[in-house]
């Protein structure tokens, strides 16, 4: 099972976008998604996670109150509405299932299946 991600593209800061992601087969056994970010010279940082179980919501706080992470359980999908961008957002947006039983919500290394990633640049 691969995921696939879009949505990415060219805005102006201020401007807003959103993400979709989802797998291209039957994801079993799977509780969680992500989205994670790279900017060029930079680590994968975490961005946002959804349990599909609980509905919980997990936002790093340079995002909090301005990107809103949403799932749907049954076609296991989740989607990123990110506003009030700002060039700092610019990155390769990756979305990720996360390996059950992990301990961690924010560490790339619980996630074992990744999307292609989608391109976000914020034009300041």
């Known amino acids: 099972v691969q995921l696939q991600a879009s949505g990415g593209g060219l805005v102006q800061a201020g401007a807003s976008l959103r993400l979709s992601c989802g797998p291209n087969?039957?994801?079993?056994?799977?509780?969680?998604m992500a989205w994670f970010r790279q900017a060029p010279g930079n680590e994968r940082e975490f961005v946002a996670a959804?349990?599909?179980?609980?509905?919980?919501?997990y936002y790093a706080d340079s995002v909090r109150g301005r990107f809103t992470i949403s799932g749907d359980s049954a076609k296991k999908t989740v989607d990123l509405q990110m506003n009030s961008l700002k060039p700092d957002d610019t990155a390769t947006y990756y979305c990720?299932?996360?390996?059950?039983?992990?301990?961690?919500?924010?560490?790339?290394?619980?996630?074992?299946?990744w999307g292609q990633g989608t391109l976000v640049t914020v034009s300041s």
């Open positions: 959804f349990s599909w179980s609980s509905g919980n919501t």
């Open positions: 087969g039957r994801l079993s056994n799977r509780y969680m």
């Open positions: 990720a299932s996360r390996r059950p039983y992990s301990s961690s919500i924010n560490s790339a290394d619980s996630y074992d299946i």
